[in-house]
């Protein structure tokens, strides 16, 4: 149980393009969700935190205009990269809670790579 | 500010020992701590979750909860080399109903064969 999705898994863009990252609950209802970026050889970096439903609470110094997150249903956030640089070249991962517990499952990450 | 920390390593032993691992952690409020194995390259995986001080075990894994002392750690006995991977501690906040939890920065473990 406790199965978290992500896909594409790998992702090569253009400078200035927008990329769409999914992270999908398999087997359980998130009520919570968790996006995330990782640096090679750094620890994880929260981004963001979303409910169903509601919007997304930040992290201090995130763009929220520039990191767009979605959080429709209860197995189903989206990130989407905007105008995406290659400075935002990164491993975003993102992870999932059901209700009434903090356990946080993740999912597999995205490779991205801005060009 | 809510910290955790972790020797960053490497902690190197041999195959078949014991190796410990260890955490701190600021908030006295926490009530919720988490041990996560993460692989070069991949996302991290739940190992396991503590909530009462004393010890939980489970298969080669024991976590222990001290928190008059704030301190969480993981014993991994008759390590083998597929457990060589970046161990991060995570912790919840107390004060906070939000589900977010605070990573410490990892330890890298080096199972010699």
């Known amino acids: 149980g406790a199965v978290v999705s992500q896909h594409p898994s790998r992702v090569i863009c253009k400078s200035g393009t927008s990329v769409k990252i999914e992270c999908r609950s398999l087997?359980?209802?998130?009520?919570?969700m968790f996006w995330y970026r990782q640096f090679p050889k750094k620890s994880l970096m929260l981004m963001a935190t979303?409910?169903?439903?509601?919007?997304?609470?930040?992290e201090q110094g995130v763009e929220k205009d520039k990191f767009l997150i979605n959080h429709a249903s209860l197995t189903l956030s989206t990130l989407t990269v905007t105008s995406a640089h290659p400075e935002d070249s990164s491993f975003y991962i993102c992870?999932?809670?059901?209700?009434?517990?903090?356990?946080?499952?993740f999912g597999p990450g995205t490779r991205l790579t801005v060009l | 500010q809510k910290e955790v920390e972790q020797n960053s390593g490497p902690l190197s032993v041999p195959e078949g020992a014991i190796a410990s691992l260890n955490c701190t952690y600021s908030?006295?409020?926490?009530?919720?701590f988490f041990w996560y194995r993460q692989y070069s390259g991949k996302s991290p995986e739940l190992i396991m979750f503590i909530y009462s001080n004393g010890d939980k075990e489970d298969g080669r894994f024991t976590a222990q909860l001290n928190k008059a002392s704030q301190y969480v750690s993981l014993l991994i006995r008759d390590s083998q080399p597929s457990d060589s991977a970046t161990y991060l501690c995570?912790?919840?906040?107390?004060?906070?109903?939000?589900?977010?939890?605070?990573f410490g920065q990892g330890t890298t473990l080096q199972v010699k064969p």
């Open positions: 995570a912790v919840n906040i107390g004060s906070s109903n939000t589900g977010k939890l605070i």
């Open positions: 908030d006295r409020g926490s009530q919720s």
């Open positions: 979303s409910n169903e439903g509601s919007k997304a609470t930040y």
């Open positions: 992870s999932a809670s059901g209700t009434f517990t903090d356990t946080q499952y």
């Open positions: 087997d359980f209802q998130a009520t919570t």
